[in-house]
């Protein structure tokens, strides 16, 4: 099984990163989330973009920004090929405990609401539903809004 890597995004990945946001994210949407916009928060302090290296490259990635109280991941992506691996699990992981050391306990995030996959891992992780925002995505689908407290444990079949 291949080895992966964390490490942040620097501005030579924001071309692929915006791509992998296209085709995994954003399908079916016009494209919010260009290589300009990612690179901006790969500038400022207040927003880490992490990626997932291997072997052949980016095989995932993930950006959150934090705030004085909260913080909100942008978007979170594996390359469908490196799926099932535990790297959506590590990056987030990754995030989390950031977020808990910068005393940030509470993050949140949108995911559109045709998005079971998602839904049941961000469940499996602990994050609760808080919300539906009918129209959220270009006002052609809904987003589910979940958040978790990571000053809360995580349940027991997610901490392996």
């Known amino acids: 099984m291949q080895d992966y890597r964390l490490e942040p995004a620097s501005l030579r990945d924001t071309a692929r990163l915006a791509a ?6 954003e399908s079916g949407l016009r494209p919010a ?4 916009r990612i690179g901006w928060h790969v500038r400022h302090a207040e927003s880490v973009v992490l990626t997932a290296r291997g072997e052949r490259g980016i ?18 992506a594996v390359e469908p090929a490196h799926r099932r ?4 699990r590590r990056l ?3 995030l989390e405990e950031s977020a808990l050391t910068a005393g940030t306990y509470l993050i949140g ?3 559109r609401a045709g998005n079971e996959a998602a839904r049941e891992f961000y469940r499996a ?8 925002v009918p129209g959220y995505y270009q006002g052609l689908e809904a987003a589910i809004r979940m958040e978790r407290d990571v000053r809360v444990s995580r349940p027991a079949a997610a901490r392996s």
């Open 33 to 36: 989330w260009g290589a300009e």
């Open 20 to 25: 992998m946001s296209c085709a995994l994210i």
């Open 125 to 132: 992780l602990g994050y609760r539903e808080s919300g539906r």
């Open 85 to 88: 691996r535990g790297i959506a």
């Open 92 to 94: 987030l992981t990754w």
């Open 59 to 76: 095989a995932g990635f993930a950006l959150m920004r934090f705030g004085d109280d909260s913080a909100h991941l942008n978007l979170l």
């Open 109 to 111: 995030l949108e995911l």
